[in-house]
């Protein structure tokens, strides 16, 4: 018998992740010291107040029945995380949880497109921001993100022809893999460009509260007119440490989140209670910890970036998120075969750029996700290696 499986499955290589993780194996098994800057898992313990409030939630049987939507508490404590933080205001109908951003990325573009509509993605963009929509059977297109430009859209050189038939595009600032912010100018010409060409736009932030030197992350929903075409998520799991949990939310638009949530009833039963008691403490809770993190993601980043500049190897100041973004060294042209070359010869673990699109190839992206004397040891054993070329 010869079994059938879906077309679209020849569109999906293995994850990039599970190669690099077994070539890690395959090198610790010689020996060799690792150090993994690859995978964006924070390594930071999560706040005792948060891990508190699920162990006392789940010493409750009565929690562990279908929680089937938000409890009160929880959506309490989102609208009044966006009028403290971001100076939003939000009503409950203007928020809905979901099993984390990345879940929820997948499966927007099914209560939003029908196939064959057009959805513009970042290149380079984190995968999923792609692998969503094609669920979605939409005709996903990419807009390119330079240096030239930094880093942002160029929504003057989009197609006409190409936007009237685009339901939706996603941006997200600060922008993995490349690292970089946007200014308030992108986004007050973002919004009125959406409007004129009838366009949703869906920013992803999960990285504002990880932002470097001095500057403030934002949400797209502090700017004018944004609550008339724009959906945000805002995830839980980098600022909070709670990546496990999967907890995340879709804010904005209301018929949008509506809608939304609407298509969600249909394949969960909500989010585990305790995990949501632990989502309250969260939001809730001092940012003491918040802040601290960022600072010493700041000192990882200048451990890193202006180490490897040190050796010889220009990987610019990442401006926020948890990575650093750079282009392979000089006399190397294909990142994928440099990362495993870099684990190779020195240790060293980092994502090659191509798997974030095709503007991705020549760059590595590193995870900020070791201490900083770890990171300076990396550092080092780059230098000892002789892959830098003077």
């Known amino acids: 018998m010869k079994l059938q499986v879906a077309d679209r499955m020849k569109d999906y290589e293995e994850g990039i992740f599970q190669i690099l993780n077994e070539k890690k194996e395959e090198v610790e098994k010689k020996g060799k010291k690792v150090y993994n800057l690859s995978v964006g898992t924070p390594d930071f313990p999560t706040d005792t107040h948060i891990m508190d409030a699920v162990v006392k939630a789940a010493q409750n049987s ?15 404590a989102v609208i009044a995380r966006f009028q403290k933080r971001y100076h939003v205001t939000l009503t409950d109908k203007e928020v809905t949880d979901v099993y984390g951003s990345q879940e929820g990325i997948a499966h927007i573009g099914l209560s939003l497109c029908n196939p064959g509509d057009i959805v513009l993605v970042p290149n380079p ?20 993100l330079v240096p030239e430009n930094n880093y942002l859209p160029d929504l003057n050189a989009l197609d006409d022809k190409l936007l009237q038939k685009t339901r939706f595009m996603i941006v997200s600032y600060p922008l993995n893999p490349v690292c970089k912010i946007a200014p308030d100018s992108f986004y007050e010409e973002l919004i009125p460009w959406a409007k004129a060409h009838n366009i949703i736009i869906l920013h992803d932030n999960a990285y504002s509260d990880i932002v470097f030197d001095g500057h403030i992350g934002k949400s797209i929903l502090q700017f004018p007119g944004a609550k008339e075409v724009c959906i945000e998520f805002y ?16 804010v904005g638009n209301e018929q949008l989140v509506q809608n939304f949530k609407k298509l969600r009833s249909q394949i969960d039963y909500g989010t585990f209670l305790p995990v949501q008691y632990g989502a309250v403490a969260a939001l809730n809770g001092p940012d003491d910890g918040i802040i601290k993190r960022c600072e010493e993601y700041q000192r990882r980043r200048d451990a890193l970036c202006g180490g490897f500049r040190s050796i010889g190897w220009n990987i610019p100041d990442s401006q926020g998120s948890m990575f650093a973004w750079g282009k392979i060294p000089d006399g190397y042209t294909d990142d994928v075969a440099f990362v495993m070359e870099l684990l190779e010869k020195s240790g060293v ?27 300076r040891e990396a550092v080092q054993a780059v230098a000892e290696a002789g892959i830098i070329k003077s």
């Open 125 to 144: 963009g984190y995968p999923i921001f792609s692998i969503g929509p094609s669920l979605a059977q939409a005709d996903v297109r990419t807009y390119d």
């Open 349 to 375: 673990l980092c994502t090659p750029g191509s798997s974030f699109g095709s503007l991705g190839k020549g760059h590595v992206r590193f995870a900020l996700t070791m201490p900083v004397d770890q990171i």
């Open 62 to 76: 009565d929690n562990y029945k279908y929680a089937l939507k938000m409890i009160p508490e929880l959506m309490e």
């Open 235 to 250: 995830s839980l799991s980098k600022s909070y440490n709670y990546t496990g949990a999967r907890v995340g939310f879709l």
